[in-house]
C-alpha cells in the first residue's frame, strides 16, 4: 500500500531464510545514523517475516514490525522463537536519536516453554533450576558506543536486591560485549544472584 498525501506505506515481506548480518550491514546502518527516517512527514508499516535465520543459533520464526510514525521508529510486538519453546517478544521499543546518539529502548519478554531445555541450554546448575515461566527487562542498546544497559529485570514478575545488586554492576562495567560464551555466563550469573 503507498500512498502520497499524506505519505505513508504498508507492506509485508516474507522471506523463507536470511542471514541477519545483512541487517547489521555498515550501509545500513550509515542509513539509520543519517536520520533520514526522523522525518515528521514519513508514515510506514513495515512487516519482515523470516522463517529461519542462518547466523543466529536456533533461532526462527523471526516477525519484526516496524512502524515509522512522524519519523519515529518502533518496533513493538516484535518477536522471534529460539529452539521452538522459548518466545521473545519486544514490547514498547523504538530508536531514539538525540544528539547524534543513537539508541534502541525497549522491554524483552522472554516466555519460557520447556523450562527443562532451557536450564539445560544454559548449563544452569540444578540447584537454581526452579520453576519458572517469564523473565522480563527494559534495555538501553547504545549504537555510537556498542554498548547494552539492562534495567528493572523480573524473573516472573519478581526481583530481589542481589539481582539488582548484579544488574548495576553489569551496567557499571566498561567493554561489555556478547558473544556465546559471555551470554551464557551472564544468564548463568542471573539465576545465581536471583535464587543463590
Known amino acids: 500500500l503507498l500512498e502520497f498525501k499524506p505519505f505513508y506505506f504498508e507492506t509485508d515481506l516474507n522471506y523463507r531464510s536470511l542471514n541477519l548480518k545483512n541487517f547489521t550491514d555498515p550501509f545500513l546502518i550509515e542509513i539509520i545514523r543519517s536520520q533520514i527516517f526522523n522525518n515528521g ?16 543459533d536456533r533461532f526462527s520464526d523471526l516477525s519484526l514490525k ?7 521508529m518502533i518496533f513493538s510486538k516484535s518477536k522471534i522463537k529460539w529452539k521452538g519453546n522459548v518466545d521473545l517478544l519486544v514490547e514498547d521499543s523504538f530508536l531514539a536519536f ?5 539508541n534502541f529502548n525497549g522491554k524483552m519478554v522472554i516466555d519460557i516453554k520447556d523450562k527443562d531445555d532451557f536450564y539445560k541450554s544454559f548449563q544452569i ?15 538501553d542498546y547504545n549504537f555510537n558506543e556498542n554498548k547494552v544497559y539492562f534495567d528493572n529485570l523480573r524473573l516472573d514478575n ?12 553489569f551496567n557499571s562495567k566498561d567493554g561489555k560485549f ?18 543463590g
Do not use: M, P, S, W
Open 41 to 56: 512527514n514519513l508514515n510506514a508499516k513495515i512487516n519482515f517475516n523470516i522463517k529461519n535465520i542462518y547466523d543466529l
Open 66 to 72: 516496524l512502524k515509522i510514525e512522524q519519523g519515529k
Open 98 to 102: 538525540d544528539d547524534e546518539k543513537i
Open 125 to 139: 546448575n540444578k540447584d537454581l533450576r526452579k520453576d519458572l515461566k517469564k523473565i522480563e527487562f527494559d534495555f
Open 158 to 169: 519478581k526481583t530481589n536486591e542481589n539481582l539488582d545488586r548484579f544488574i548495576n554492576k
Open 178 to 195: 556478547f558473544n556465546k560464551i559471555t551470554f551464557k555466563t551472564f544468564v548463568n550469573k542471573i539465576f545465581e544472584a536471583y535464587f
